[in-house]
Protein backbone atom coordinates (compact mmCIF):
# COMPACT_ATOMS: atom_id res chain seq x y z
CA UNK A 1 0.00 0.00 0.00
CA UNK A 2 1.07 3.52 -0.67
CA UNK A 3 0.33 5.77 2.18
CA UNK A 4 -2.67 7.58 3.79
CA UNK A 5 -6.39 9.23 2.06
CA UNK A 6 -6.55 12.58 3.03
CA UNK A 7 -9.89 14.45 2.16
CA UNK A 8 -12.04 17.55 2.86
CA UNK A 9 -15.48 16.58 4.54
CA UNK A 10 -17.18 16.08 1.10
CA UNK A 11 -14.83 12.94 -0.06
CA UNK A 12 -14.47 9.70 2.09
CA UNK A 13 -11.45 9.04 3.59
CA UNK A 14 -8.84 10.46 6.89
CA UNK A 15 -7.82 13.82 7.46
CA UNK A 16 -3.57 13.91 8.02
CA UNK A 17 -1.15 16.21 9.80
CA UNK A 18 1.93 17.02 8.16
CA UNK A 19 4.72 15.44 9.70
CA UNK A 20 7.69 16.87 10.84
CA UNK A 21 10.52 16.34 8.52
CA UNK A 22 13.94 16.60 9.56
CA UNK A 23 17.73 15.97 7.53
CA UNK A 24 18.99 12.91 8.30
CA UNK A 25 22.10 14.37 9.38
CA UNK A 26 20.85 15.71 12.78
CA UNK A 27 20.87 12.13 14.51
CA UNK A 28 22.01 12.24 17.75
CA UNK A 29 22.96 15.97 17.93
CA UNK A 30 24.42 16.38 21.40
CA UNK A 31 24.39 12.96 22.51
CA UNK A 32 20.31 12.57 23.04
CA UNK A 33 18.56 9.97 20.87
CA UNK A 34 15.98 11.43 18.85
CA UNK A 35 13.26 9.59 20.57
CA UNK A 36 13.91 11.66 23.58
CA UNK A 37 14.07 15.00 21.35
CA UNK A 38 10.60 16.21 21.50
CA UNK A 39 11.06 18.56 17.91
CA UNK A 40 12.07 15.47 15.84
CA UNK A 41 9.46 13.59 14.34
CA UNK A 42 10.83 12.22 11.24
CA UNK A 43 14.34 11.91 9.46
CA UNK A 44 15.16 10.92 6.11
CA UNK A 45 11.18 10.21 5.64
CA UNK A 46 9.30 11.69 2.02
CA UNK A 47 6.53 14.34 2.88
CA UNK A 48 3.25 12.56 3.46
CA UNK A 49 1.11 12.00 1.15
CA UNK A 50 -2.56 10.11 0.61
CA UNK A 51 -3.29 6.63 0.61
CA UNK A 52 -3.05 4.95 -2.94
CA UNK A 53 -1.69 2.21 -4.37
CA UNK A 54 0.29 2.52 -8.02
CA UNK A 55 -0.86 -0.33 -10.68
CA UNK A 56 1.16 -0.60 -14.51
CA UNK A 57 -2.35 -1.18 -16.04
CA UNK A 58 -5.83 0.42 -16.12
CA UNK A 59 -7.65 -2.79 -15.50
CA UNK A 60 -5.56 -3.27 -12.39
CA UNK A 61 -5.64 0.24 -10.94
CA UNK A 62 -9.79 -0.54 -11.50
CA UNK A 63 -9.77 -3.41 -9.54
CA UNK A 64 -7.90 -1.73 -6.39
CA UNK A 65 -6.20 -4.88 -5.52
CA UNK A 66 -2.76 -4.30 -4.20
CA UNK A 67 -1.52 -7.74 -5.25
CA UNK A 68 -1.91 -7.39 -8.90
CA UNK A 69 0.64 -4.38 -8.65
CA UNK A 70 3.61 -5.31 -10.92
CA UNK A 71 5.77 -2.84 -9.09
CA UNK A 72 4.53 -3.67 -5.07
CA UNK A 73 6.38 -6.02 -3.14
CA UNK A 74 5.04 -7.09 0.11
CA UNK A 75 7.24 -7.57 3.43
CA UNK A 76 5.02 -8.96 5.15
CA UNK A 77 5.56 -12.41 6.62
CA UNK A 78 8.02 -13.84 9.46
CA UNK A 79 11.07 -11.70 10.00
CA UNK A 80 13.61 -12.51 12.46
CA UNK A 81 13.47 -10.73 15.87
CA UNK A 82 15.27 -10.50 18.68
CA UNK A 83 13.68 -8.29 21.99
CA UNK A 84 16.28 -6.85 24.62
CA UNK A 85 14.81 -5.17 28.24
CA UNK A 86 16.65 -1.90 27.51
CA UNK A 87 18.66 0.32 24.94
CA UNK A 88 22.16 -0.48 26.30
CA UNK A 89 21.44 -4.22 25.83
CA UNK A 90 19.99 -4.06 22.05
CA UNK A 91 22.50 -6.08 19.32
CA UNK A 92 23.79 -2.66 18.33
CA UNK A 93 24.87 -3.77 14.65
CA UNK A 94 22.02 -6.22 14.00
CA UNK A 95 21.38 -4.08 11.25
CA UNK A 96 24.65 -5.03 8.53
CA UNK A 97 24.10 -8.29 6.84
CA UNK A 98 27.05 -9.86 8.16
CA UNK A 99 25.85 -9.82 11.50
CA UNK A 100 24.70 -13.30 12.31
CA UNK A 101 20.96 -13.30 13.45
CA UNK A 102 20.82 -17.38 12.55
CA UNK A 103 20.01 -17.97 16.55
CA UNK A 104 17.20 -15.30 16.61
CA UNK A 105 13.63 -16.25 16.90
CA UNK A 106 11.28 -14.93 14.59
CA UNK A 107 8.04 -12.46 14.74
CA UNK A 108 5.35 -11.55 12.24
CA UNK A 109 4.96 -8.68 10.34
CA UNK A 110 2.24 -6.98 10.72
CA UNK A 111 1.62 -8.06 14.52
CA UNK A 112 1.74 -7.12 17.91
CA UNK A 113 4.83 -7.98 20.06
CA UNK A 114 2.61 -8.87 23.37
CA UNK A 115 0.32 -10.92 21.49
CA UNK A 116 2.80 -13.17 20.17
CA UNK A 117 4.77 -13.24 23.68
CA UNK A 118 7.29 -10.67 23.33
CA UNK A 119 6.94 -8.55 26.33
CA UNK A 120 3.39 -7.85 28.46
CA UNK A 121 0.48 -5.75 27.85
CA UNK A 122 0.15 -2.74 29.81
CA UNK A 123 -3.17 -1.49 30.74
CA UNK A 124 -3.60 2.36 32.62
CA UNK A 125 -6.73 4.09 32.87
CA UNK A 126 -4.75 7.37 33.05
CA UNK A 127 -0.96 8.20 33.55
CA UNK A 128 2.16 6.64 32.41
CA UNK A 129 3.17 3.44 32.66
CA UNK A 130 7.01 4.51 33.37
CA UNK A 131 7.50 7.63 35.72
CA UNK A 132 7.48 11.26 34.61
CA UNK A 133 10.55 13.08 33.09
CA UNK A 134 9.05 14.78 30.19
CA UNK A 135 10.64 14.02 27.75
CA UNK A 136 12.87 11.69 28.75
CA UNK A 137 12.08 7.72 28.59
CA UNK A 138 13.21 5.46 31.81
CA UNK A 139 15.58 3.75 29.77
CA UNK A 140 14.75 0.49 32.23
CA UNK A 141 11.35 0.50 31.05
CA UNK A 142 12.52 0.53 27.37
CA UNK A 143 12.16 -2.47 25.40
CA UNK A 144 13.42 -2.98 22.23
CA UNK A 145 12.78 -5.00 19.21
CA UNK A 146 15.30 -5.57 16.66
CA UNK A 147 13.75 -6.93 13.48
CA UNK A 148 15.53 -8.10 10.25
CA UNK A 149 14.29 -10.20 6.94
CA UNK A 150 16.06 -10.73 3.85
CA UNK A 151 14.17 -9.94 0.32
CA UNK A 152 14.58 -9.91 -3.59
CA UNK A 153 14.18 -6.92 -5.87
CA UNK A 154 12.84 -8.76 -8.84
CA UNK A 155 15.00 -7.56 -11.77
CA UNK A 156 11.89 -5.58 -13.62
CA UNK A 157 11.79 -3.04 -10.81
CA UNK A 158 15.40 -1.99 -12.13
CA UNK A 159 15.89 1.67 -13.33
CA UNK A 160 13.21 3.29 -11.13
CA UNK A 161 12.52 4.91 -7.59
CA UNK A 162 12.37 2.22 -4.80
CA UNK A 163 9.88 3.30 -1.85
CA UNK A 164 10.21 1.49 1.57
CA UNK A 165 6.83 2.57 3.46
CA UNK A 166 6.23 1.35 6.96
CA UNK A 167 2.68 1.38 7.23
CA UNK A 168 2.44 1.89 11.23
CA UNK A 169 5.12 0.83 14.29
CA UNK A 170 5.56 2.49 17.38
CA UNK A 171 6.82 4.19 19.32
CA UNK A 172 9.87 4.86 17.35
CA UNK A 173 11.50 3.11 15.06
CA UNK A 174 14.77 3.29 13.00
CA UNK A 175 15.12 1.77 9.19
CA UNK A 176 18.45 0.47 7.72
CA UNK A 177 18.57 -0.89 4.29
CA UNK A 178 21.86 -3.60 3.28
CA UNK A 179 23.43 -1.06 6.67
CA UNK A 180 22.57 1.53 5.81
CA UNK A 181 20.64 3.91 8.00
CA UNK A 182 17.79 5.56 6.05
CA UNK A 183 15.30 6.92 8.33
CA UNK A 184 13.69 7.09 12.03
CA UNK A 185 10.27 7.54 12.39
CA UNK A 186 7.86 7.96 15.81
CA UNK A 187 4.68 8.75 14.68
CA UNK A 188 2.86 4.87 15.56
CA UNK A 189 -0.44 5.31 13.99
CA UNK A 190 0.84 6.80 10.40
CA UNK A 191 3.43 5.27 7.59
CA UNK A 192 6.84 6.27 6.86
CA UNK A 193 7.87 5.91 3.39
CA UNK A 194 11.75 6.75 2.21
CA UNK A 195 13.49 6.87 -0.76
CA UNK A 196 15.84 3.70 -0.57
CA UNK A 197 16.75 3.64 -4.44
CA UNK A 198 20.10 3.99 -3.81
CA UNK A 199 20.58 1.89 -1.08
CA UNK A 200 18.74 -1.08 -3.19
CA UNK A 201 20.46 -3.52 -5.43
CA UNK A 202 19.69 -6.31 -8.05
CA UNK A 203 19.10 -9.51 -5.97
CA UNK A 204 19.57 -9.95 -2.70
CA UNK A 205 18.85 -6.98 -0.26
CA UNK A 206 18.43 -6.75 4.16
CA UNK A 207 16.14 -4.62 5.79
CA UNK A 208 16.52 -3.88 9.38
CA UNK A 209 14.49 -2.28 11.99
CA UNK A 210 14.92 -0.94 15.33
CA UNK A 211 11.97 -0.85 17.55
CA UNK A 212 11.40 1.48 21.09
CA UNK A 213 8.39 0.32 23.16
CA UNK A 214 8.03 4.38 24.40
CA UNK A 215 9.12 7.41 23.05
CA UNK A 216 8.73 11.12 23.94
CA UNK A 217 5.31 11.36 21.86
CA UNK A 218 4.03 8.51 24.85
CA UNK A 219 3.60 11.41 27.02
CA UNK A 220 0.56 12.66 24.35
CA UNK A 221 -0.64 9.11 25.52
CA UNK A 222 -2.14 9.86 28.98
CA UNK A 223 -5.56 7.81 28.83
CA UNK A 224 -7.43 4.50 28.85
CA UNK A 225 -6.17 1.97 26.57
CA UNK A 226 -3.42 -1.10 26.50
CA UNK A 227 0.18 -0.15 25.88
CA UNK A 228 1.27 -2.70 23.33
CA UNK A 229 3.84 -2.15 20.36
CA UNK A 230 4.59 -3.37 17.16
CA UNK A 231 5.30 -3.30 13.47
CA UNK A 232 1.19 -3.18 13.00
CA UNK A 233 0.37 -2.31 9.61
CA UNK A 234 2.00 -3.46 6.49
CA UNK A 235 5.55 -3.19 5.25
CA UNK A 236 6.38 -2.67 1.55
CA UNK A 237 8.72 -1.93 -1.07
CA UNK A 238 6.69 0.41 -4.17
CA UNK A 239 8.43 0.51 -7.40
CA UNK A 240 7.31 3.95 -8.88
CA UNK A 241 8.17 5.12 -12.42
CA UNK A 242 10.69 7.78 -12.17
CA UNK A 243 8.10 10.48 -12.39
CA UNK A 244 5.03 9.72 -10.61
CA UNK A 245 2.07 10.35 -8.91
CA UNK A 246 3.23 11.37 -5.25
CA UNK A 247 -0.01 12.37 -4.00
CA UNK A 248 -3.40 12.69 -4.47
CA UNK A 249 -5.79 15.00 -3.10
CA UNK A 250 -9.68 14.18 -3.73
CA UNK A 251 -12.42 17.21 -3.06
CA UNK A 252 -15.91 15.51 -3.98
CA UNK A 253 -18.81 18.09 -2.20
CA UNK A 254 -22.14 19.41 -3.05
CA UNK A 255 -22.69 23.24 -4.31
CA UNK A 256 -25.69 24.94 -2.68
CA UNK A 257 -28.45 23.14 -4.24
CA UNK A 258 -27.17 20.11 -2.82
CA UNK A 259 -27.63 18.29 -5.88
CA UNK A 260 -25.20 19.59 -7.99
CA UNK A 261 -21.58 18.04 -7.21
CA UNK A 262 -18.01 19.54 -6.75
CA UNK A 263 -15.13 17.86 -8.24
CA UNK A 264 -11.57 18.61 -7.59
CA UNK A 265 -8.52 16.43 -7.86
CA UNK A 266 -4.95 17.22 -7.56
CA UNK A 267 -2.31 15.16 -8.52
CA UNK A 268 1.37 16.09 -7.16
CA UNK A 269 4.07 14.68 -8.98
CA UNK A 270 6.79 13.30 -7.67
CA UNK A 271 10.68 11.85 -8.83
CA UNK A 272 12.22 13.15 -11.81
CA UNK A 273 11.07 16.06 -12.92
CA UNK A 274 9.25 15.95 -16.57
CA UNK A 275 6.04 17.61 -18.34
CA UNK A 276 3.50 14.97 -18.01
CA UNK A 277 -0.42 14.59 -18.76
CA UNK A 278 -3.10 13.38 -16.06
CA UNK A 279 -6.80 12.03 -17.58
CA UNK A 280 -8.92 11.78 -14.29
CA UNK A 281 -12.05 9.29 -15.37
CA UNK A 282 -15.37 9.30 -12.58
CA UNK A 283 -17.45 6.32 -13.41
CA UNK A 284 -20.99 5.12 -12.26
CA UNK A 285 -20.40 1.42 -12.09
CA UNK A 286 -18.73 0.88 -15.45
CA UNK A 287 -20.11 3.75 -17.25
CA UNK A 288 -17.62 6.86 -18.05
CA UNK A 289 -19.95 10.30 -16.81
CA UNK A 290 -16.84 12.45 -16.62
CA UNK A 291 -13.44 12.17 -18.53
CA UNK A 292 -10.95 15.44 -17.74
CA UNK A 293 -7.08 16.20 -18.87
CA UNK A 294 -4.32 18.15 -17.54
CA UNK A 295 -0.93 18.64 -18.75
CA UNK A 296 2.33 19.95 -16.95
CA UNK A 297 4.86 19.65 -14.16
CA UNK A 298 4.57 19.93 -10.57
CA UNK A 299 0.39 19.83 -9.31
CA UNK A 300 -1.44 18.93 -11.87
CA UNK A 301 -5.70 19.99 -10.61
CA UNK A 302 -8.57 18.97 -12.29
CA UNK A 303 -12.41 19.77 -11.84
CA UNK A 304 -16.00 19.96 -13.17
CA UNK A 305 -19.62 20.20 -12.04
CA UNK A 306 -21.94 17.22 -12.19
CA UNK A 307 -25.70 17.93 -12.26
CA UNK A 308 -28.00 15.48 -10.52
CA UNK A 309 -25.01 13.49 -8.78
CA UNK A 310 -26.35 10.31 -6.45
CA UNK A 311 -25.29 12.03 -2.98
CA UNK A 312 -23.35 10.14 -0.03
CA UNK A 313 -25.31 9.61 3.51
CA UNK A 314 -24.65 7.22 6.42
CA UNK A 315 -28.44 5.79 4.85
CA UNK A 316 -27.72 6.10 1.15
CA UNK A 317 -23.75 5.21 0.77
CA UNK A 318 -23.87 6.11 -3.10
CA UNK A 319 -19.91 5.75 -4.26
CA UNK A 320 -18.48 6.58 -7.92
CA UNK A 321 -14.84 4.98 -8.97
CA UNK A 322 -12.58 7.92 -9.96
CA UNK A 323 -9.81 6.40 -12.51
CA UNK A 324 -6.39 8.69 -12.47
CA UNK A 325 -3.92 7.89 -15.18
CA UNK A 326 -0.67 9.37 -15.61
CA UNK A 327 0.63 9.36 -18.95
CA UNK A 328 4.11 10.29 -20.92
CA UNK A 329 4.08 13.04 -23.55
CA UNK A 330 3.35 10.41 -25.84
CA UNK A 331 0.15 9.90 -24.38
CA UNK A 332 1.10 5.87 -22.92
CA UNK A 333 0.39 4.72 -19.51
CA UNK A 334 2.85 5.53 -16.91
CA UNK A 335 0.86 4.83 -13.90
CA UNK A 336 -2.64 4.58 -12.32
CA UNK A 337 -4.86 4.45 -9.66
CA UNK A 338 -8.09 4.50 -8.65
CA UNK A 339 -10.43 5.42 -5.63
CA UNK A 340 -14.10 4.70 -4.45
CA UNK A 341 -15.59 8.21 -3.91
CA UNK A 342 -18.65 9.87 -2.10
CA UNK A 343 -20.39 13.76 -2.81
CA UNK A 344 -21.46 15.19 0.14
CA UNK A 345 -21.11 18.22 2.30
CA UNK A 346 -21.16 18.60 6.03
CA UNK A 347 -21.93 22.10 7.48
CA UNK A 348 -23.06 24.01 10.65
CA UNK A 349 -26.30 26.05 9.94
CA UNK A 350 -28.56 27.59 12.41
CA UNK A 351 -27.33 25.91 15.11
CA UNK A 352 -27.43 22.52 13.50
CA UNK A 353 -25.49 20.21 11.82
CA UNK A 354 -26.38 19.60 8.47
CA UNK A 355 -25.05 16.67 5.92
CA UNK A 356 -26.67 17.54 2.52
CA UNK A 357 -28.32 20.57 3.56
CA UNK A 358 -30.28 18.02 6.04
CA UNK A 359 -30.32 17.99 9.64
CA UNK A 360 -29.22 14.82 11.82
CA UNK A 361 -29.35 13.57 15.00
CA UNK A 362 -26.31 12.87 17.22
CA UNK A 363 -27.22 10.28 19.92
CA UNK A 364 -23.90 9.67 21.90
Do not use: C
Not at 208 to 213: D, N
Amino acid sequence: MRPIVRSSVAALGVSLLQSVAMPLALANEGGTSEWEQPEVVRLGAEPMHTTFTGFHTTSAALSRDARKSRYLLSLDGEWKFKLSATPETRPAGFFRPDYDVSGWGTMKVPGILQAEGHGKPVFIGSGYPFPRNQPKIDHGLNEVGSYRRDFTVPANFAGRRMLLTIGAAGAAYYVWVNGQRVGYSEDSKLPSEFDVSAHVRPGRNTVAVELYRFADGSYLEDQDFWRVNGIERSVTLYAAPPTHIRDLVINAGLEADYRTGALKVTVDLGGRSAAMGVRTTLLDGKRRILVREASGQGALVTSARLPNVRTWTAEAPNLYTLLVELLDEHGRLVEATSRRIGFRTVEVAGGEVRVNGKRIMIRG
